[in-house]
């Protein structure tokens, strides 16, 4: 079953400067964008083939940059922030998203999670009702 890792595009680390327009530059500061091809890559040399990456212009969760989503169809969802937009925490996410495709409702128990992850989820959201 896929998984789908939505990535905040527009996060980034508080102080580094006004929120861009759409369209601009988006240079220093800009970690979602970071995080997403980081996210990308790792995903790549761990042979993730059902774990999709896309990406939003916002998640509006602005101050537990970077954000991400992860769902699957059937399972649990979750909202993760405070992701800093480097290796460890990226294949910390990795690891739980590999131990939550292991999962047929997408809740893994806490002691499989990561450490990188652990602190870092913001919501959990609920399957929608099969149809």
Known sequence: MPIDV????????PGT???AEPGADRGAGWTGAM???LLEGVLASAGADEVRVGTMRCLMSCRRPCVVHVRSPG?????LGDLPPERTAVEA???YLLAY???DDGVVAYRDWPDGVK???V???PAPPGR
């Open 35 to 37: 995080f997403a091809a």
């Open 101 to 103: 495709g292991a999962t």
């Open 119 to 121: 602190g870092r989820f």
């Open 93 to 95: 996410l990795v690891g």
């Open 123 to 125: 919501a959990r959201v």
């Open 75 to 79: 399972r649990m969802g979750y909202v």
């Open 6 to 13: 939505i990535v905040c595009e527009t996060c980034r680390q």
């Open 17 to 19: 400067g006004p929120a």
